[in-house]
């Protein structure tokens, strides 16, 4: 794991990939426990013989599902020191260009984007590309955005 130490270090990082984190495989189970956690319940998602009639060939995570990834992904792939404390600011753009199918492994590849001086702090763009085993296309891009406060 990478552990990036000070504002200092990370504006030295802008435009580096900080790292790959490990494959995931999604299941019927977690994709069914995520739709009755959020109440999104959609057929494509969690009915799998209907889902079979689609071109997928059967049940799809819900895109929140794989944006929801990003933390797990993120602490196997890097940490901050050096900070008071950071937290989750939001996200800019995000894009789903291909589907998670149930099944698939996935993992997240994340590249160190931009680093943006803010009121006491900095804000920290990453790009969290997640990747499906044996894809063309990533399943998310996202840009997610962490503010960190120095201690």
């Given at each position: 794991?990478?552990?990036?130490?000070?504002?200092?270090?990370?504006?030295?990082?802008?435009?580096?990939?900080?790292?790959?984190?490990?494959?995931?495989?999604?299941s019927?189970?977690?994709?069914?426990?995520?739709?009755?956690?959020?109440?999104?319940?959609?057929?494509?998602?969690?009915?799998?013989?209907?889902?079979?009639?689609?071109?997928?060939?059967?049940?799809?995570?819900?895109?929140?599902?794989?944006?929801?990834?990003?933390?797990?992904?993120?602490?196997?792939?890097?940490?901050?020191?050096?900070?008071?404390?950071?937290?989750?600011?939001?996200?800019?753009?995000?894009?789903?260009?291909?589907?998670?199918?149930?099944?698939?492994?996935v993992?997240?590849r994340a590249?160190?984007?931009?680093?943006?001086?803010?009121?006491?702090?900095?804000?920290?763009?990453?790009?969290?590309?997640?990747?499906?085993?044996?894809?063309?296309?990533?399943?998310?891009?996202?840009?997610?955005?962490?503010?960190?406060?120095?201690?």
């Amino acid at each position: 794991m990478l552990t990036l130490t000070g504002i200092d270090e990370l504006k030295a990082q802008v435009g580096q990939e900080l790292g790959v984190s490990e494959w995931v495989e999604v299941s019927q189970e977690t994709i069914d426990a995520f739709a009755d956690v959020t109440g999104d319940h959609q057929w494509i998602h969690v009915d799998p013989e209907r889902a079979k009639e689609t071109p997928f060939g059967g049940t799809i995570a819900h895109g929140l599902f794989t944006l929801g990834l990003g933390p797990r992904f993120t602490y196997e792939i890097f940490t901050l020191g050096g900070f008071a404390f950071a937290l989750n600011y939001g996200y800019g753009k995000v894009r789903f260009p291909a589907p998670l199918k149930v099944g698939a492994k996935v993992r997240m590849r994340a590249t160190l984007s931009a680093v943006e001086d803010v009121a006491g702090g900095v804000q920290i763009t990453v790009t969290q590309t997640f990747e499906v085993e044996g894809g063309e296309k990533p399943v998310c891009v996202a840009e997610s955005l962490t503010r960190a406060y120095p201690g």
